[in-house]
């Protein structure tokens, strides 16, 4: 019966590899967020002005061509009109106190993504000239929000202390238990990451498939 307590790796070598493995997801986490189109702004919403611009990140496509403080009004593409003005690209539509709320950003932002990623947009300024502008089909690292790694590191942290804890208690139920809820809030905080890192929209299906991911994640945290 003891052998059975024991751990199927030695300490170290299992540590080891967790760590790896905790690299791949970060380095999975972080290509999907690079990936998709970029305008290299950091925006907020603006009261009803539309979404206030903070910075132009020099390697962008709208470097020198926008500053700080303008509010951009509208997203033209695909034949259609998109308004800015209410828009919050950073909302977290889980919040939404109803479905129907849910659904509604759920689509607009789909298709503020949709549009970006059709081609060249026109982005209408509440003073100046409209600009016309061909997103950027990846973004740098360095353009990456801090929150993006810190969601990470918090997670591979929670992960990896869980899982010391489990090594050395082997056959100890409420380790195991830690173990698990380390695991899910690993898996919670690195794809919550993804879209927050989000810098206008992302399509419909990938958003709610990220989310639906990171609950399950949040399950087993909660276990």
Not at 9 to 28: E, G, N, Q, Y
Not at 161 to 178: D, K, Y
Request: glycine fraction near 8%; aromatic fraction near 8%.
């Amino acid at each position: 019966m003891a052998s059975l307590a024991q751990p199927t790796l030695p300490p170290f070598p299992l540590l080891s590899l967790a760590t790896l493995t905790v690299f791949l997801v970060i380095a999975c986490a972080t290509a999907f967020a690079l990936h998709g189109p970029w305008l290299g702004l950091e925006t907020e919403p603006g009261d009803g002005r539309g979404l206030k611009v903070h910075h132009a990140h020099p390697a962008g496509p709208l470097a020198g061509n926008i500053m700080p403080g303008e509010h951009l009004t509208d997203l033209q593409g695909q034949q259609q009109t998109l308004s800015l003005r209410a828009y919050n690209p950073a909302h977290n539509p889980h919040a939404e106190p109803e479905f129907s709320g849910y659904n509604a950003y759920l689509e607009y932002q789909g298709r503020i993504a949709s549009a970006l990623r059709a081609g060249p947009v026109t982005l209408v300024r509440e003073d100046g000239p409209a600009l016309e502008v061909e997103p950027m089909t990846s973004r740098p690292l360095s353009a990456l929000p801090l929150t993006f790694w810190l969601l990470n590191l918090f997670g591979a942290i929670a992960f990896l202390v869980s899982l010391s804890v489990a090594m050395f208690r082997p056959g100890h139920w409420p380790a195991r238990l830690l173990l698990l809820s380390g695991c899910g809030f690993f898996l919670a905080t690195s794809l919550h990451s993804v879209w927050n890192a989000r810098e206008l929209a992302l399509p419909r299906e990938t958003f709610e498939l990220l989310m639906r991911v990171n609950h399950m994640g949040l399950y087993l945290l909660l276990v």
